[in-house]
C-alpha cells in the first residue's frame, strides 16, 4: 500500500531513517547492524522522495529475512530443520514471549536475572504483570527446552526456585517483590519443568546442584529474610516434604492490597495431604488455585469476591503432575543422582518416594473414574446423584460443593500426558472420545460442558448487568474455548489410540491445519490466549499467548521423537 501514511512520512522526511539508526544505539550488540542502516540510509537520502518508500522496505526486508534466518540458526536442530515450517512459526513464540525488558527482569534481588518470560502479549507486556509462575512452566519445555534455549531455562528454573516460599513457587512474580503464593499448580507444573530440563538438556542432572540464593528463607512474614544459599536438590526436597506434612498459612499483606475482590476466607492457603491415597487436596470456596482463577468482581449481579472455579480437593491435573514428579525422583533416587528416598509425615512416619508413587497408581482411577454404568458405581468412589456425564474421569475429587467434582473440563489430558501410567486405556479412551466429541473446537477446547447449567461460552468482560454468570466476565473459564489445552489433548489422543504412529500423526495433523492458518493470518505471528464459542474472535484475549504456541509444539515435538 504505497499510500500508507508510513509511506507519505519517508517521502516528506528523514524521520524514521533517523529514529531506526538512533534507537539502535541503545543496543551495544547490535553496533554492526546499526552501521550497516547507517551506511544504506546515507545513499538513501540521495534519492528521488518518491523512490525512497520502495527502497526503504527493500533495506528493511532484508535485514528482517536475515534476523529470522539467524534466530533459526541459533535454536535446536529440530527447529533449525524442522518436519514443517509451522514448527518454526511456533518457535517465534520463543523470541515474542522470552526477552529482556527494564522494567520486569524475572527478579531483581538477591541476583539480577533479566531474562523475562512474558504469559501474553500484549495484555502481559511490562511491568509487574508480564511474569507468572504457572504460565511459565507451562510453556517452558516448548519454549524453551525444545526451541534449545538452555541457558535461559536455567535461569528461569533458578531465579523462581530463589523466591520460593511456605513449599510453594510464587504464581504473580513481580520480579520477586511482591510475589503471590496463591496457586496450588504452579509448583507442580515448576517440578515438571526441572524434570524435563534434567532429561532434555545435555548433563541437565547438573541443575539439581547448582546454587540456589532463597529470597525468602523463612515462612514467617516477621522473620529473618536474609539470603541463604542451598542446591536445588535440596529445595525440590523441602517443597515435597512441605507438601507431605501440610501448608497452611495467610498470604501475606492479605486484604485489599493484593487483591480488592477476594473475601477474607480466600487469603487463607491450605494444603493436606491424604495418608490413605497419596492424594493432595487444597484449597476452598472462596479462592482459586488452579489455572481456573477468575475470582467474581461485580458487586451488583453478586459475583464480587465468589470465585466461578474454585477447584478445590485434589485436581485431575495435580494430581498427575505429582505422579510425574514422584516417579522421577524415585528413579533419581535408585540412580543416586537424587540423594533422598523419602518424606516424613504430619504423623511422624516416614514414607518413601516409591510408596507414595505406588500409592497414587493404586487409588487414582477408584478415586478418579465415573463407570460407563451405574450399576459399577459401587467399585469407585462416586456419588451417584451427581453424575450427569459417564466414561470420564472426575475434573476434581471430594470439592466443597461436590458436583462439581463430576463437570466435564479439558483438564484430565494434563494427567494424561505426564503420568499416562494411571490410566486404564480402554477408559482414557472412553474420556477422550467424549472430550473430542463435546469440548474440541476450532482451535481450542471448551473449558465446560455444554450440557452443564452453567456453561456460558462467550467471554466479555464489559458486561455490566444484574447476570451474575456473565457480569464482569465471570464465565472465564465456564465455556470459552482456550488454546493450551489442545496441546495436552492431543499428546494424549496420540499416545492412548490405536493406530500406527503414521496414522496417529495424520489425524492429529489435520485438527492443526486450523492452527497453523491462524498463525500464518496473525499480525503477531502467534496463537490466541482463548476463543468464543466456535472459535469466534475473543476480544479480551491476548491475541498471542506463550502456552497456546508451546503446548502445540509440545505436540509436534513428540510426534517427531
Sequence with gaps: ?????????????????????????????????????????????????????????????????????????????????????????????????????????????????????????????????????????????????ITGRHQEAKDVILGFASCSRHGLIPNLLDSGNSSRFNARDATWFFLQAVQDYVSMVPNGKSILQDEVTRRFPTDSQDGDQTPVKMKLEDLVQEILQKHARGIHFREWNAGTKID????????????????????????????????????????????KGIPA?????????????????????????????????????????????????????????KCFWVPTVPTEDSNFQVETKFVHRRGIYKDTFQSAHGWTDYQLRPNVPIAMSVAPELFQKERALSYLKLAEEVLLGPLGMATLDPKDSNYRPNYDMSIDSDDRMLSKGWNYHQGPEWVWVIGYFLRAKFQFEEGSKQDRAHRISAILMRHRKHITESPWWGIAELTNQNGAECYYSCPTQAWSMSCILDCLYDMSR
Excluded at 484449597?283 to 488455585?289: A, D, I, T
Excluded at 528413579?331 to 508413587?357: C, M, P, Q, R
Aim: net charge neutral.
Design 1 to 145: 500500500n504505497m499510500g500508507h501514511p508510513l509511506f507519505n512520512n519517508l517521502r516528506n522526511g528523514d524521520w524514521a531513517l533517523d529514529y531506526i539508526v538512533n534507537r539502535l544505539k541503545s543496543y551495544p550488540n547490535l553496533k554492526g547492524v546499526e552501521e550497516w542502516f547507517r551506511k544504506v540510509f546515507e545513499n538513501l537520502r540521495k534519492f528521488p522522495r518518491h523512490l525512497i518508500p520502495k527502497y526503504f522496505d527493500m533495506a528493511l526486508t532484508r535485514v528482517y529475512d536475515a534476523t529470522i534466518k539467524h534466530a533459526y540458526e541459533l535454536m535446536s536442530n529440530f527447529i533449525s530443520h524442522p518436519i514443517n515450517p509451522f514448527v518454526q512459526q511456533l518457535s517465534w513464540g520463543s523470541l515474542e514471549m522470552l526477552g529482556r525488558v527494564p522494567n520486569a527482569p524475572l527478579i531483581f534481588a538477591p541476583k539480577l536475572i533479566e531474562t523475562s518470560p512474558a504469559a501474553g502479549l500484549p495484555h502481559f507486556s511490562s511491568g509487574f504483570m508480564r511474569c507468572w509462575g504457572r504460565d511459565t512452566f507451562i510453556s517452558f519445555r516448548g519454549l524453551m527446552l
Design 260 to 303: 480488592a475482590n477476594m473475601t477474607d476466607n480466600g487469603f487463607n492457603i491450605d494444603i493436606r495431604f491424604d495418608e490413605e491415597t497419596g492424594l493432595i487436596f487444597g484449597g476452598n470456596e472462596n479462592n482459586c488455585g488452579t489455572w481456573m482463577d477468575k475470582m467474581g468482581e461485580h458487586a451488583r449481579s453478586g459475583n
Design 309 to 365: 472455579t474454585p477447584r478445590d480437593g485434589a485436581d485431575v491435573e495435580i494430581i498427575g503432575l505429582l505422579k510425574s514428579t514422584l516417579r522421577w525422583v524415585s528413579t533419581l533416587n535408585k540412580a543416586g543422582d537424587y540423594k533422598y528416598s523419602s518424606v516424613k509425615l504430619a504423623s511422624g512416619k516416614d514414607l518413601t518416594f516409591a510408596e507414595w508413587n505406588e500409592k497414587i497408581q493404586r487409588n487414582f482411577e
